[in-house]
């Protein structure tokens, strides 16, 4: 049986070991992984598909492949002498693995763009002597031109990196259960968070998947009034309170008609 799973590549470290020795080691992040699809005599072949990661938005014929399971960012198949122990919706993370096991380990390289025959093809170069100027790194001549082309698989310059590269022989130093993370002795290909999968003997020890349970609603409690702030009525001082009285504005006096005395009429 193989057993396999998909992670991401996050950094180098080192590890020390029992007898003191200090191990490089590239930390991976791998799983939970789920088993998407499960083929067999229908497709002609005994494989087994399985998703890593999650994203927002799928299209909608991932949609309908996914039904019933969550949006994963990475689908990767793995062929299988037999699928008897596979069923959808099956769930495994780095359980399945311990130290000392010997991985296989596919990557996608770091891309380098272009780049010349001395550092895609390990060409020594001109000799730095005289008579040698600028031709250090050339890549010198091509052999006959009886043909006046160029054959392919020429060693030349071009673009380098982005392949998908495959290291074997990979000793397993540590498995962080908890975390979720396996540390791997000497390099891995690929950037940091990249997508990695790790493959190597034995058999794959399938989780339950925890159930979130749904969150209760706290219900409000109203705050009673305590009686130690209430203030009493004796504790008051009793204020005086202020007497109005009311001053009656005197009344306007009446005006009273003055009549005129007419002067007597003098008598004759």
């Known amino acids: 049986m193989v057993k396999f799973i998909l992670g ?10 029992e007898d003191g020795r200090v191990a490089p080691v590239t930390v991976v992040a791998a799983g939970p992984c789920t088993v998407t699809q499960v083929k067999g005599d229908k497709d002609g072949y005994s494989a087994v598909q399985i998703g890593f990661g999650l994203k927002k938005k799928v299209n909608k014929p991932l949609t309908g492949h996914l039904k019933g399971l969550e949006n994963f960012r ?12 596979m069923t959808r919706g099956k769930v495994f993370d780095v359980s399945s693995f311990q ?7 596919t990557a996608t390289s770091k891309g380098k763009g272009f780049q010349g025959v001395v550092k895609r093809h390990g060409f020594h170069g001109s000799p730095a002597s005289h008579g040698h100027k600028d031709q250090l790194r050339m890549p010198g001549s091509i052999g006959a031109t009886d043909a ?5 698989g020429t060693r030349m310059g071009g673009r380098m990196g982005g392949d998908t590269v495959t290291v074997t022989n990979l000793e397993l130093i540590e498995v962080d259960q908890e975390k979720g993370l396996l540390y791997i002795k000497g390099a891995v290909p690929g950037a940091r968070n990249s997508l990695v999968s790790v493959v190597t003997e034995g058999e794959l020890t399938f989780i339950e998947k925890k159930k979130e349970e749904p969150k209760k609603e706290e219900k409000k409690t109203e705050e009673k009034p305590i009686e130690d702030k209430v203030e009493k009525k004796e504790d008051k001082k009793p204020v005086a309170k202020k007497e109005t009285v009311k001053v009656e504005k005197p009344a306007k006096e009446e005006k009273k008609e003055v009549k005129k005395e007419e002067p007597k009429k003098e008598e004759k």
């Open 8 to 17: 991401k590549k996050l950094n180098m470290t080192q590890k020390f070991l």
């Open 74 to 85: 990475y689908l990767r198949e793995f062929r299988l002498e037999s699928t008897d122990n």
């Open 99 to 105: 130290a000392g096991d010997i991985l296989t380990v």
């Open 148 to 152: 006046a082309r160029v054959f392919k």
